[in-house]
């Protein structure tokens, strides 16, 4: 069965960078959307950095623009966010997601079909 593992989540400063790694396992990622999503307490769950398999389509919110970036290890079928200039706001936990394929993706939560546990990433002022 599909197994999204994520790491890297950690408490650190405001201004400084963390990178989340998600191992994915026994998944056919023809023509499927990826990333990382967030949801802090009391709110919903949001996307922060998405893609398609082809990577013609990417997505992130003007909140985290310029600051994270989502990139891809085919070989090892690992998807990395690298978030830098982290900010309070930023505290949530992350979770890896990944769909089945899709004739489009979108930053719908309900769009993605398989998820990680979740790592913690807490940003103190």
């Known amino acids: 069965r599909v197994q999204l593992v994520e790491s890297g989540g950690s408490s650190v400063q405001a201004g400084e960078s963390l990178i989340l790694t998600c191992t994915v396992s026994?998944?056919?990622?023809?023509?499927?959307?990826m990333g990382w999503f967030r949801q802090a307490p009391g709110k919903e769950r949001e996307g922060v950095a998405l893609?398609?398999?082809?990577?013609?389509?990417?997505y992130s919110p003007e909140s985290v623009k310029g600051r994270f970036t989502l990139s891809r290890d085919n070989l090892k079928n690992t998807l990395f966010l690298q978030m830098n200039s982290l900010k309070p706001e930023d505290t949530a936990i992350y979770y890896c997601a990944a769909s089945v394929h899709r004739s489009f993706c979108t930053a719908a939560a309900s769009a993605y079909d398989f998820w990680g546990q979740g790592t913690q990433v807490t940003v103190s002022s």
């Open positions: 026994d998944y056919d990622d023809t023509g499927a959307c």
């Open positions: 893609m398609n398999t082809g990577s013609t389509w990417k």
